[in-house]
């Protein structure tokens, strides 16, 4: 991670990523909110000891490290081109044969002038990317990123189900 990319992230979201390359449970607990929301896969875990026996399982239990690169720089978070960044790191650092990223404005505000309800999804695999934009939900945050995430799976089904292809 470049000086200039962990300068220009939020001060918690810097904490977390050293947090988790660290191996550092409890400053990577540190970060979230005491009644905070992590959705993972349909699973989730709500408020800080749900939170924290889930990193210890899954990040600092099997050594997951994390990477900004500078496309959040040039294109900030709220991106198409980090979506595409976050699901190439996907498929590389986890072997997988599809990654998804999203990235996108949950709410209660705006970000990077964008929108509560923006949303970037993209899908990368064997043949190429799929990518989507999400339709501006306006709902809660925790509905929106419940929507973004199911949006998200319904674009990789259609794909896996030969609707929607790949570009190269």
Do not use: C
Request: no cysteine.
């Amino acid at each position: 991670m470049t000086h200039n990319t962990i300068a220009s992230l939020p001060p918690v979201v810097a904490g977390h990523i050293d947090a988790v390359n660290a191996h550092d449970e409890d400053a990577i607990v540190a970060t979230f909110a005491a009644d905070a929301l992590v959705n993972d896969a349909h699973r989730e875990f709500w408020g800080t000891e749900a939170i924290r026996a889930f990193m210890a399982k899954e990040f600092a239990g099997d050594r997951v490290t994390m990477e900004v690169r500078e496309v959040i720089d040039h294109y900030g978070v709220v991106s198409e081109e980090t979506a595409r960044a976050m699901a190439h790191a996907v498929r590389e650092r986890l072997g997988a044969d599809y990654g998804i990223g999203i990235t996108g404005v949950a709410g209660p505000e705006k970000q990077e002038d964008k929108p509560v309800g923006t949303a970037y999804i993209v899908i990368e695999g064997p043949d190429g990317v799929v990518a989507g934009v999400g339709p501006g939900f306006r709902a809660s945050r925790e509905d929106n990123k419940r929507l973004v995430t199911l949006a998200a799976l319904n674009l990789l089904r259609l794909h896996l189900e030969g609707i929607i292809k790949a570009k190269k």
